[in-house]
């Protein structure tokens, strides 16, 4: 069973940036799609960004396009959220997950999602 451990978190003000890491050990890592998604307090967890499992495919909520960018190195088993011009909005916990199968089609649903990390937070402050 895939572990995955989440780092790079911390407080930063508006406009500064923040490199998010999905460390992960266990079954085959480079086989799986991996999801970032996060928590802000008292709201439901929202679907962040996506990455296929060879890296070539990437999905993104719309509020994030232009300033996130998720890519992975599976030499590394690791997977990373940069995130770029920060805003108060994006203060959240961020959680990665990886679906239940390999391969497949790449999801935004947490509903295919089974493993998850124990997130690591994200405050920006304005």
């Known amino acids: 069973q895939v572990q995955l451990v989440e780092s790079g978190g911390g407080l930063v003000q508006a406009g500064d940036s923040l490199r998010l890491s999905c460390a992960a050990s266990g079954r085959s890592f480079s086989s799986y799609h991996i999801g970032w998604f996060c928590q802000a307090q008292g709201k439901e967890r929202e679907f962040v960004a996506a990455i296929d499992w060879r890296g070539l495919n990437t999905l993104y909520r719309d509020s994030v396009k232009g300033r996130f960018t998720i890519s992975r190195d599976n030499a590394k088993n690791t997977v990373y959220l940069q995130m770029n011009n920060l805003k108060p909005e994006d203060t959240a916990v961020y959680f990665c997950?990886?679906?239940?199968?390999?391969?497949?089609?790449?999801?935004?649903?947490?509903?295919?999602?089974?493993?998850w990390g124990h997130g690591t937070h994200v405050t920006v402050s304005s």
């Open positions: 997950a990886t679906p239940r199968f390999p391969f497949g089609v790449l999801s935004r649903d947490s509903r295919f999602f089974v493993s």
